[in-house]
């Protein structure tokens, strides 16, 4: 199997390395830098005072965390959000009380988790029309609820 190398540069001395928790997880843990107050409803930008450069050919997709979710209603606003191969400036992470209590993120808490996946570079066609499929143009919950 390919060994692929994420470089992770610190840009704050309080910055966390990305880390898996645990052996096969998909996620790397990514950690906050700053403390935040997100009341009910409020969203904010987490910082991890880390900058990134991928293996070619890969994004990082940026996901909430499960714990804080179910127990907190913590999420992402852009879930998943996606880091391109070109970014190199710091990684942040858009987060969002979903939940009815106040919620402080603290610096050094785990935020949430990115995934590293490949992407696939397609040639786009203009064409007249699309082939038949069976489910067609049959949008949202065309299949059930």
């Known amino acids: 199997m390919e060994k692929y190398i994420l470089k992770v540069e610190k840009i704050s001395d309080n910055a966390i390395i990305p880390n898996y928790a645990n052996k096969g997880d998909a996620g790397l843990d990514l950690y906050s830098i700053n403390e935040l107050i997100l009341e009910s409803g409020e969203r904010g930008l987490v910082h991890t ?39 190199r400036g710091e ?8 939940g009815q209590e106040v919620f402080k993120v603290e610096s050094g808490m785990k935020i949430a988790q990115m995934v590293i996946k490949p992407v696939w570079r ?6 007249k029309s699309l082939s038949d499929a069976q489910r067609g143009d049959r949008g949202f919950g065309s299949s059930g609820v």
Do not use: M
Request: hydrophobic share 40%; glycine share 12%; no cysteine.
């Open 49 to 87: 005072g880390i900058k990134i450069e991928l293996p070619e050919n890969t994004e990082a997709q940026i996901r909430p965390r499960s714990g804080l979710a179910l127990k907190h209603g913590i999420s992402l606003v852009n879930s998943p959000g996606t880091i391109d191969e070109g970014y």
């Open 91 to 98: 990684i942040g992470v858009i987060v969002i009380n979903h």
């Open 122 to 127: 397609v040639q786009v066609d203009e064409v």
